[in-house]
Structure formats: structure tokens, C-alpha cells
């Protein structure tokens, strides 16, 4: 199936742990985003790369570092978890451009549940 | 940057009737405005969108229409169903150096009483 996946689906982990979410996109977009959804369903931006390289980061701690090994993977690793970092982050892409036109629908993964006990 | 506002935060309607959710953006560059479902359990997923040289656009019992002066876009959906009971968001986008800015609005649950 053509989608964006990412793995795994929940994460259940004590507080000052480290832990990795995987995502990859087998759409051949160059674009991938990581996005954080808090308990009252705010959306929030937190990295975009593009082609493999940082194009946004948004206000993030640098206890959560992206890594973005090929375009079509963009990993997030979060150190030193906290309480607060418990909520549903989302994995999306979308094509730089369609049909020449530069703002495109974005893909979004299924998203995972990372609660911080 | 740009800021999105969306109203109401949950609505609630009988099966039949019509929703319509609205939502204001700030910044006069944005030029794309897609709306996403996002179901429980699920990712965001594309509804429908409209570009800022198109004024309203449709697709079977949803639309979707554009006030660029006064910098607001809605939803409309029309005789409603209960699988269209889900979380509903607004976003703008603009060209930030040659990559796309998205910013969402903070969500629409819709209700849709059988």
C-alpha cells in the first residue's frame, strides 16, 4: 500500500528515558513533517525537511532531534523523556510541488501514542 | 507568522441538517487552504481545499468557500451523516522561501446525532 507509515503505533515509557519513532513514506514526496497533537487535539508543527535536509523547526527542545537518513524516512528520537511530551505525534508528507504549484495536501501517518509515566 | 482561528470547538447536529464551520487566518500571503478529517484513532486526511484564486469550491455534500479580504474560509456540510462525526481542521499555507508554512486551526468536533 502507497502511505505514510510509522512505527510503532503506541509508546508506553518512564520518565528520562530515550526512545525513537520511525516513519517512512513510500509516496515519493520530498517533503516530511513531524508533527506533535496535544490532549485537546491542537496540531502543531514541530520539524519539516525537505530532501533530507531541516527546513523548520519549530520552538522544539534539543532533547528532540529528527534525522532524516534518505527522503523517504524521517526518524525522531526524544531524550530525557518528560510528562509533558505525552501526546500523539503524527508523521506526514507532502510533494514539494503538484503540477507546478508550490502548497500541497499533506499525508498524514496513523500516528503515535507516546505517554510519559 | 500566521495565526488560524476556527469556530466552534464542537458542534453537534441532527442527522440531515447542515454544518458549517469557520475559520479566519491572519497573514495575506497564504494562498492554500485545505480542510482535514481526522477520525478517532486516525491521522488528518484531506477533505477538500481551495486556493485563493478560487472564491468557492465543491464536492458532493461538501464545499468549501473564501473571503480573501476579509480573511476567512469556511466548510459546509450538507445533509450530514453520522460517519462525518469526527474532528474536523482548518489550515492556510504560504510560500516560506520556496517551502510550504502550514498552520492548522485548533479543531472542530462535529457531532452527528442519528
Known amino acids: 500500500d502507497t502511505a505514510v507509515s510509522q512505527t510503532p503505533k503506541y509508546l508506553v515509557t518512564q520518565m528520562g528515558n530515550d526512545k525513537s519513532i520511525k516513519c517512512e513514506q513510500n509516496?515519493?514526496?520530498?517533503?516530511m513533517y513531524w508533527y506533535k497533537q496535544d490532549s485537546k487535539k491542537f496540531l502543531k508543527i514541530m520539524f519539516s525537511?525537505?530532501?533530507?535536509?531541516?527546513?523548520i523547526n519549530e520552538t522544539v527542545p534539543n532533547r528532540f532531534s529528527p534525522k532524516s537518513p534518505d527522503k523517504a524516512h524521517l526518524n525522531l528520537h526524544i531524550n530525557s523523556l518528560e510528562l509533558g511530551d505525552s501526546a500523539v505525534y503524527f508523521c506526514?508528507?507532502?510533494?514539494?510541488?503538484?503540477?507546478?504549484?508550490?502548497?500541497?495536501?499533506?499525508?498524514f501517518g496513523q500516528g503515535t501514542r507516546l505517554t510519559v509515566v | 507568522g500566521e495565526n488560524v482561528e476556527q469556530h466552534p470547538s464542537t458542534l453537534s447536529v441532527q442527522e440531515g441538517d447542515s454544518a458549517v464551520i469557520k475559520c479566519t487566518y491572519s497573514?495575506?500571503?497564504?494562498?492554500?487552504f485545505p480542510w482535514y478529517k481526522q477520525e478517532l484513532g486516525k491521522g488528518p486526511q484531506l477533505i477538500i481545499d481551495?486556493?485563493?484564486?478560487?472564491g468557492e469550491k465543491k464536492d458532493q455534500r461538501i464545499a468549501v468557500t473564501l473571503n480573501k479580504t476579509a480573511k476567512h474560509f469556511s466548510l459546509h456540510i450538507t445533509e450530514t451523516q453520522p460517519e462525518d462525526s469526527a474532528v474536523y481542521f482548518c489550515?492556510?499555507?504560504?510560500?516560506?522561501?520556496?517551502?510550504?508554512?502550514?498552520?492548522f486551526g485548533t479543531g472542530t468536533k462535529l457531532q452527528v446525532i442519528p
Open positions: 506526514a508528507s507532502s510533494p514539494l510541488r503538484e503540477r507546478g504549484v508550490m502548497n500541497t495536501e499533506a499525508f
Open positions: 509516496l515519493g514526496h520530498d517533503t
Open positions: 525537511y525537505n530532501n533530507k535536509e531541516l527546513i
Open positions: 497573514d495575506s500571503a497564504s494562498n492554500y
Open positions: 481551495i486556493r485563493s484564486n478560487v
Open positions: 489550515a492556510a499555507s504560504f510560500d516560506s522561501g520556496g517551502y510550504q508554512k502550514v498552520t
